[in-house]
């Protein structure tokens, strides 16, 4: 059996990164992820890899955007507003389809906000947050063991895909403490891409690495190519938990943090003779569309829970094209609802809609 070590989340993602394979990273300080950062900076020496701490998060996705031509494994993390600052460097590295690995540990907002834990970045992730028509797989932990394992998925789909991957967590789940199986360690054996962009030394052809194309007609055949590809990834690699789903009425819809307290409310709700079920989508884009659309065939209703003024809950809609009634049940500004407030939102739906 594998051995489990005692790690913080923000610590889980650094080790796992580098136990995959990465060997550059660039970023900022913030909190609540600045641990990452902090263990990046003690690991990356001692191993060959490049750490650097830019002067500021701009730089650091720009330093990103430069490794990832090159076709090494490359990560950044940051917080909500750092990672605000890093959006236009996002869309270029989408526009030029190029892997990498973005880290958004969240923290209540707009602005400044506060330094408690929050999932109103949905939308900033999920709907593209810098120019352009382009997406990122988005993947959602809830636990310490996750943020290990998604950290070697994003990195393997991002590869696969061509395009960057981001880890959106929530400051809860990176400060956390918990037992983790830390992924196998990889030999770091680079492999010449065909893309990439190494020096020629004559012996090939020059690659290019451009997101700049004047010709309209260009633009639009790379950007017609670039979502038969993103359709691939909405047809392989949509990811999700469903719980107590068999003979649920209702269904409970949360990621993160708040799908754990929710999954507390499902069992208190059970007990209480309410048929009610979660649905935990792992993977926020692609969003598990096809099961919150056949969970509409059975249910009566659905609850979205979020850190957020509501953001995720307009995707649920979307998903079951409003064929039922949607709650929300939120906390925003780095408030977490309690499993009894989750319970308490159960309860109306079902009162409502029984």
């Known amino acids: 059996m594998a051995n489990k070590v005692l790690m913080k989340g923000n610590e889980a ?35 060959g890899g490049t750490f650097l701490q830019a002067e500021s998060e701009i730089a650091a996705i720009n330093m990103v955007y430069g490794v990832a031509g090159t076709g090494r494994r490359v990560m950044t993390s940051s917080s909500s507003p750092g990672v605000s600052l890093k959006q236009e460097g996002i869309s270029y590295i989408a526009g030029s389809d190029l892997p990498c690995l973005i880290v958004n540990v969240q923290r209540g907002g707009p602005g400044l906000g506060g330094i408690q834990p929050s999932q109103s970045d949905y939308f900033q992730a999920t709907k593209g947050g810098g120019h352009g028509d382009y997406h990122l797989i988005v993947l959602a932990p ?30 809860t789940v990176g400060q956390m403490m918990e037992p983790v199986v830390l992924p196998e360690e990889r030999p770091v054996e680079f492999t010449e891409k065909e893309w990439a962009v190494t020096g020629t030394k004559t012996a090939r052809p020059h690659h290019i690495v451009n997101s700049l194309y004047l ?36 269904c409970v819809v949360a990621f993160g943090i708040a799908a754990r307290v929710s999954k ?15 649905i935990r989508p792992i993977t926020l884009w692609p969003f598990p569309k096809k099961a919150l659309a056949e ?18 809950i307009e995707d649920v809609k979307l998903a079951i094209e409003c064929r039922r ?30």
Do not use: W
Not at 151 to 163: C, G, I, N, R
Not at 217 to 237: G, I, P, S
């Open 295 to 312: 969970a509409a065939d059975k249910v009566k209703g659905f609850l979205s829970v979020e850190l957020s003024m509501g953001q995720m």
């Open 264 to 278: 507390n409310a499902v069992a208190a709700a059970r007990a209480e003779g309410v048929k009610v079920g979660l």
């Open 13 to 47: 993602i650094a080790e796992a990164a580098i136990r995959v394979g990465c060997r550059h990273y660039f970023g900022y300080p913030i909190t609540p992820q600045t641990e990452l950062a902090a263990y990046m900076a003690k690991r990356m020496p001692k191993i």
């Open 215 to 250: 010709v309209p007609e260009e633009l639009e055949k790379k950007n017609f190519a670039r979502y038969e590809r993103y359709a691939e990834v909405e047809k392989n690699e949509v990811r999700y938990e469903s719980f107590m789903m068999e003979d649920a009425e209702y």
């Open 142 to 171: 809830s636990s310490v063991q996750e943020m290990a394992d998604m950290t070697s998925l994003a990195f393997d789909l991002a590869d696969k895909y061509l395009m960057p991957a981001m880890l959106l967590a929530d400051g």
């Open 325 to 354: 009634p949607v709650e929300l049940c939120r906390r925003a500004g780095g408030m977490i609802p309690s499993p009894d407030e989750v319970l308490e939102g159960i309860k109306k739906l079902q009162g409502g809609r029984a």
